[in-house]
């Protein structure tokens, strides 16, 4: 297993390892170790031949989880006709945006080509959905193009809105001492930019968390613990004081983290600032404002990582695809999937995985990983007419980098239980080996997904 795993990964594998020991432990574990932490199983499975189908499937969004929506489908498909709509020619690493935004990658590691990993013989419309018609069991883009269906994937991820916090605009990222590691590569480099000038000459920084889903919700810990260790390496930790404003009055969602971070924070003199939800910026005053129950108050900063409230994409989000009422709807308008079939249960030629979805956690690349090989099993069943037997049971994984060198490796489902995948990692404490994994190990196992390897 270990030969053919090192040898599907072969054109994307490049792992440089600390020290003996440590490396014969990793060459033992072999690529299966990051396949693991990417999202559970080793291999995906095959049926033993293709399904034979005339049906027109069309993928919205070609990210991470669109485009290995594309693979699996074109490798477990015969004659199907698969169009996937996409308007982006670049394809950018998420996953490591933390470490270019606080200078340990550099900008160009993250990036690709979405060419490099579309399947053969698949249709790529290069534009976006504007509009989405399941009743009429098609979709309209932003060129006015109709595109009929069979089936529909939604892979569109979500929208970073800027525009909730009042003063705020991708411009102003890299200066006035405003970072964000979210939505492209561009941002993340601005931000180390500012990170670099803090970690320097100090101040008081802030690094803020907003009201419900975002992509990693581990990011903004990360952003802001990688921060403080850069100081402390840098002997500058003196200069700076370091403020976690976020709403609600927890850090993690998973119970064993959450009480592991409230520990955390204090021992590394970072104040946590409860029920603090960022609503505006004054760039030229370095001043945040932000709700609480007692009512807005204004803090000053030298540095503030700016981390946004996000929701479904517009079209989307507007659509008769979007959750119609609960907390999916008011949080963000997201899609809605059943949890553990991945199938719009009002649209039952409908599908979604990614960050688009609603469920209950699950917005990293892991969570794609587990839910895509779902998604898929459970469309080609139903083209089938067969009853769907695949599950997704939340899983979902972070590798929460607490230090350069160091982290914990967070595996967790739907009832919040942690999952750990390798028995000789402790989920519970920091450890090398998830450092190694998020720094060496895991952008293989991310781009053998894209290409429906594992």
């Known amino acids: 297993m270990k030969n053919r795993l090192l040898s599907m990964l072969k054109d994307d594998t490049h792992i440089e390892l600390p020290d003996p020991g440590r490396r014969r432990l990793l060459q033992a574990s072999g690529v299966g170790l990051a396949g693991l932490a990417a999202g559970g199983s080793l291999l995906k499975s095959e049926p033993a031949k293709a399904v034979n189908t005339s ?65 053969r013989g698949i249709n790529w419309i290069r534009g976006m959905v504007t509009e989405f018609d399941p009743d009429a069991n098609r979709v309209v883009t932003d060129t006015g193009q109709v595109v009929d269906y069979d089936y529909l994937m939604v892979t569109t991820g979500l929208k970073v809105d800027f525009d909730a916090i009042e003063g705020m605009s991708t411009d102003l990222i890299g200066r006035e001492g405003i970072g ?40 903004p810990l990360k952003v802001c613990m990688l921060t403080e260790d850069l100081m402390q390496r840098r002997g500058t930790r003196d200069r700076g004081q370091f403020y976690y404003p976020t709403v609600g009055t927890s850090l993690f969602s998973q119970p064993d983290m959450n009480d592991f971070l409230k520990e955390e924070f204090p021992s590394r003199g970072i104040q946590v600032q409860w029920n603090h939800k960022m609503v505006g910026i004054e760039p030229e005053r370095k001043r945040a404002t932000f709700e609480t129950p007692e009512g807005q108050v204004r803090l000053d900063y030298d540095f503030i990582h700016v981390v946004p409230e996000m929701r479904a994409p517009d079209a989307l989000g507007n659509s008769p695809l979007a959750w119609q009422e609960g907390p999916f709807a008011d949080d963000g308008n997201w899609m809605e999937v059943d949890r553990y079939t991945m199938r719009h249960p009002r649209y039952p030629n409908v599908f979604g995985a990614g960050d688009c979805v609603g469920t209950p956690i699950g917005k990293t690349a892991a969570s794609v990983k587990a839910q895509v090989p779902v998604a898929v099993e459970n469309m080609i069943q139903a083209i089938q007419q067969r009853e769907m037997t695949a599950s997704y049971d939340g899983y979902t994984s972070c590798p929460l980098i607490t230090a350069r060198g160091r982290g914990i490796l967070v595996e967790f489902d739907y009832a919040l239980n942690m999952v750990p995948s390798f028995p000789f990692i402790s989920p519970y404490r920091e450890h090398w080996v998830p450092w190694v994994m998020k720094d060496r190990m895991l952008h293989a196992a991310y781009n053998a997904m894209m290409r429906g390897r594992i």
């Open 180 to 219: 964000c590691v979210y939505d492209n590569s561009d941002h993340a480099s601005r931000t180390w930019q500012a990170i670099d000038r803090f970690a320097t000459e100090g101040g008081v920084g802030l690094f803020t968390r907003p009201a419900g889903g975002i992509k990693c919700a581990g990011a």
């Open 55 to 119: 049906a027109r499937i069309v993928i919205v969004g070609g990210g991470a989880a669109g485009i290995s929506v594309a693979n699996r489908l074109s490798q477990n498909l015969s004659g199907a006709q698969i169009t996937i709509i996409e308007r982006r020619e670049q394809h950018i690493y998420q996953p490591g945006l933390t470490l270019v935004a606080t200078g340990i990658w550099r900008q160009g590691k993250v990036l690709d080509r979405n060419e490099r990993y579309m399947p």
